[in-house]
Nanobody, 123 residues
Framework: QVQLVESGGDSVQAGGSLRLSCASS????????LGWFRQTPGNERVRVAV???????STADSVKGRFTISEDKAKNILYLQMNSLKPEDTAMYYC?????????????????WGQGTQVTVSS
């Protein structure tokens, strides 16, 4: 059974930093894509960043240069380092995992997901 557990969400002021973590278990695939989505009230969940099992990453334009996705394969932990946070980054952040080479483009493509962790950025 695959489990994804996020942590690290908090309330911070604009310009601050946070690091989100996602601990996974039961996800024993060699070829995969991991990532982060976020959702604000009344809106769909949108992709923030993804990382393939090869190490290749992709980051949304809205967070490029501020957010960095990384993975500790030995510990099965996915990270999202968020710097220069803005009020518009306020959202529930979800960790996701997909089997195979293809990364999810939209929420309907996601194979597994966690419960989410809330990030609130005040101005």
């Amino acid at each position: 059974q695959v489990q994804l557990v996020e942590s690290g969400g908090d309330s911070v002021q604009a310009g601050g930093s946070l690091r989100l973590s996602c601990a996974s278990s039961g996800f024993g695939y060699v070829v995969y894509c991991l990532g982060w989505f976020r959702q604000t009230p009344g809106n769909e969940r949108v992709r923030v960043a993804v990382i393939k099992s090869t190490g290749s990453t992709s980051t949304a334009d809205s967070v490029k240069g501020r957010f960095t996705i990384s993975e500790d394969k030995a510990k099965n932990i996915l990270y999202l380092q968020m710097n220069s946070l803005k009020p518009e980054d306020t959202a529930m952040y979800y960790c996701v995992a997909n089997r195979g080479w293809d990364c999810p483009l939209r929420w309907s493509d996601v194979d597994y997901w966690g419960q989410g962790t809330q990030v609130t950025v005040s101005s």
